[in-house]
């Protein structure tokens, strides 16, 4: 069967990806598209997230060389693949301020207009409404593993997030400010570097097996030009509840499609899935050392691009001026005030 890059695939990638709904608004808060979405290699490894679009109440139960995991529902459902989309903007957000040399902590505070146009999701009240949701089942869903973050492995159980919280709202009753508590594990996970980049495109992906698969290939892949894996294999990890022979239907059905950022799919002689790395992917720059900026120039950059991800913008910034061979400076804000007013005009 041949692999995604035909033209019928182009033209099935067209009517199956989700629209960009932000173009604009993702050219300054996502700039480095490849690089700054971010992914903990624990979760992309294993299957924690249900994919599941009804409410999913099962235990679920994986084991593979060595790694064990059960993960437990609240009432409410497990957490779903999509909801996994706040915990990626979390990691996004602190590896951005840790790369820039800032100090962090396991609590972030985010706008949530930024996580919805972040996650290329609708600003309507109902996204709103499903953005809580999200929350109620990253908080409830349990996780009893001894995957390795870092460098611990532990036996424990913890819940994807550990609390959250609405700290202000609009008199529509829309969230504005949310603050969130990661879990000690997924925190560990960021301050060992323990993440990966993902496309841009990950969240134009409807369907939650095509989200899984492209995580599975991003992990597995990565570097190399190719990664094979047997059906079986790939179904396990996928954390599928699909009969085997279904499970297969739907992994031609993407490989028609030919619409998975970065990787193409073939399938092989011997039920085996071979992913091909279309494109050499671009980390996230790792600048400490670039030159600090000032709080006050951060909130001028707020002014001129609202609702802007400004260390998204620093981040870029920093990675642009080691590419010109670190200049010295005579002012970093200045030169940033620049960059950021050269990339409006």
Known sequence: MAGAGSSAGALAAGKSLLPDRHPQIDFFLCDIFDAIPKDDIATMEHPVFSLSTRPDRRVLDYVHNGTRIEVTPSVKGLATIHDKDIL???????????????????????????????????????????????????????????????DHEVTSGFGLIESWEITRRTRGGRMVSVTVTLSDWLYRAVMAKSV???????????????RRIYELARKHCGRQEAWRVSVEVLLKKSGSASPRRVFRRML?????????????MAEEEGDVIRFTRRGRLVEGPAGPEAPPLSPEVLEVVRDLLPGADVYALEAEWRAFWASSGRPRLRSADGAFLGFVRKKMG
């Open 252 to 264: 031609r059905d993407m490989i028609a499609a030919g619409h998975l950022p970065d990787y193409d």
């Open 196 to 210: 990966l980049t993902l496309s841009r495109d990950y969240f134009r992906l409807r369907k939650p097996l095509e």
């Open 88 to 150: 990626i903007f979390c990691v996004s957000q602190l590896m951005a301020a840790l790369n820039a040399g800032r100090a962090i902590g396991r609590t972030v505070t985010l706008r949530a207009h930024d996580l919805l146009v972040a996650t290329n999701r609708e600003t309507s009240g109902d996204a709103y409404r499903r953005l809580r949701e999200a929350f109620e089942r990253l908080a409830g869903t349990r996780i009893t593993t001894n995957i390795v973050t870092g």
